[in-house]
């Protein structure tokens, strides 16, 4: 049987495939998707506005969407209504990360290959963790107007736990929400991250513009604000920044 042909709507989706091996047998990815071997594959534009008969025309065997980009449910709902094959990720925690690793590995016909790219990256995290004596409260900013921050209901939570530290917002059910500088104050954070998803710059001097007081730091979304293997990367970039805090040896 010849491989699936696939298509990926999200960048998260397409970072998996990567990590399997699989990039040649992408026909088809969203315009923010990145890394080697993508030049073949056809461009559909952004996550949230998916060029659906663009899609149609790749003839994909099998479309991998993700609910974990907000507002993505209306593209799901274009894309079943075409007839076209889908697989929904959905996962808001770090263990639901592994977990569809390992269903995208089964789904392409990769399941060995899956199970080590979860194992690893979940050997991987856990190298990373520290204790500390009182837990860095850490804040993930998403975008700065309105100031909108990372949640309970999100694999930030999960990853920052991991490294011995808290989501300064894990009091806060949901996967996001907008704040006002108070709240943000509030939350007592003792890190700001500023990850903004869709940003062509990441601009932390405009966080510390605000007069907090807080430590800032950058990190690409493509290590925080993707759900797939290369939370790694964001991993290993707070896990630095954590041990720079003052206090927090």
């Given at each position: 049987m010849p491989p699936l042909r696939l298509a990926s709507l999200?960048?998260?989706?397409?970072?998996?495939?990567?990590?399997?091996g699989v990039t040649r047998q992408l026909v088809a990815v969203d315009s923010?998707?990145?890394?080697?071997?993508l030049e073949h594959a056809a461009r559909l534009g952004p996550d949230l506005n998916i060029?659906?008969?663009?899609?149609?025309?790749?003839?994909?065997?099998?479309?991998?969407?993700?609910?974990?980009?907000p507002g993505m449910e209306h593209v799901v709902d274009a894309v079943q209504a075409a007839g076209l094959p889908t697989l929904i990720l959905d996962p808001i925690s770090v263990p639901g990360v592994l977990h569809d690793i390992r269903v995208v590995g089964a789904a392409t016909g990769m399941p060995e290959r899956a199970q080590g790219v979860a194992d690893a990256l979940e050997r991987?995290?856990?190298?990373?963790?520290?204790?500390?004596?009182r837990p860095?409260?850490?804040?993930?900013?998403?975008?700065?107007r309105p100031i909108i921050a990372a949640t309970r209901d999100s694999w930030v939570t999960d990853l920052?736990?991991?490294?011995?530290a808290v989501n300064a917002l894990a009091d806060r059910a949901g996967r996001s929400?907008?704040?006002?500088?108070?709240?943000?104050?509030?939350?007592?954070?003792?890190?700001?991250?500023?990850?903004w998803c869709g940003a062509k710059k990441?601009?932390?001097d405009v966080i510390e513009a605000r007069g907090l007081g807080v430590p800032v730091v950058a990190i690409h979304e493509s290590g925080l604000g993707r759900p797939g293997p290369r939370l790694l990367e964001g991993a290993r970039q707070l896990r630095a920044a954590l041990d720079a805090l003052p206090g927090h040896p």
């Open positions: 999200t960048c998260s989706n397409t970072d998996i495939l990567h990590a399997l923010h998707s990145d890394g080697p071997g060029d659906v008969d663009a899609l149609i025309a790749a003839r994909p065997d099998l479309v991998l969407a993700s609910l974990s980009v991987d995290l856990s190298a990373l963790h520290r204790a500390y004596e860095p409260r850490v804040l993930v900013e998403w975008w700065p920052l736990d991991g490294l011995g929400t907008p704040l006002t500088l108070d709240e943000v104050r509030a939350a007592r954070p003792d890190l700001i991250v500023c990850s990441l601009r932390p």
